[in-house]
């Protein structure tokens, strides 16, 4: 983007020009190097000298007035650049924000809303899925059942919609054919924040905001406490990381998480849904950007911290299937059912 210009600092320039003038010219009259005036003791110097060729006290007076006002003046307007360029800003965000909170919202929860049992499955029962009417079949009869305590492996190629899939998991969106079941109940007659308090998703571009380590983790659960927060960071292999950071958990991790590597981003993301007092789990590529024997404990500590939830990981690393329940396999928009995981059938 272009940089803007500004005539501020020109502004400035020149006041601080006609600030050396004025003292000059001040100085001249009193036949005096300027800096006494600046230096405080003039008046003073003043009262014992000779009056025979000074001028009145009061021109030297409105000279040294003159110098500090314009003194302060140039002071007063220099914020005035940096506040002109966050004004901007800020009217390019609250557009942005106008335009989203216009926007017709995706789902929208039922008149009169179930409540859940809270003991069932996660389930998607003959699921079909396009994006738009003019638009291929992304799902077609996808099959999927996710009972709690049970962990899940969803492999697949790019593009077969994995990720759809979990979209549909936690109602981004709704099927155009078939429905999604928690404890038997359809996801469209419960509310969004009650599906979502028991069905959370770590999604494959998960954001990270400009904010603090521990303020991007308590998004998931407000009243986590330092250890249920140092738990969740160790099970993605962070915790010494954070304990070495400059403020530790109060660190701020830029604009996107820009002073996060990719890998640390995606963690930070991960922790934050295993934070989420959810009973399912819905992890989208959980340990892309990581290098392989990272990935591998990553995985290890998921199924391990996981054991009493539904977990359904979403991965293209065959390598790191062996741990799971089941691995199941979506291609042509279907689910295929596997017996065990085995990561050379599924690479
Ligand atoms: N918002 C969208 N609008 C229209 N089409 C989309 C949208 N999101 C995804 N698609 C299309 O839906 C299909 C499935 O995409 P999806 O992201 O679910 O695949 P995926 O299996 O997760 O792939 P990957 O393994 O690369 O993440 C793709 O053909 C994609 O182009
Ligand atoms: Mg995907």
Redesign the pocket.
Known sequence: MAKQRSWLPAIGLALYGCFWATASVAGWFADRPFYYLIRGNWINDLSQSSTRWLPPTETLMTGAALVFLLLGAYESILPLSGAARTLRACATAATRLDELTRRAPAVEDPIAPRMLSGSGELRVEGVGFR??AD?PW?LRDAELCLPAGESVALT??????????AELLVRFQDPERGRVTIDGIDTRELTQRLLRGAVALCA?DSHVFNTSVRENLLLARREADDGQIARALAAVELDRWAAELPHGLDTIVGQDGELLSGGQRTRIALARALLAPARFLIL??PTAHLDAPLAARVMENLLAVCEDRGLLV?T?DAASLEGFDRALR?EHGSIERRRAALPAALA
């Open positions: 994006y738009a638009q992304v697949g190629p790019s593009g077969a919609g994995k990720s759809t899939l494959q989208d590529e979403i293209h979506l």
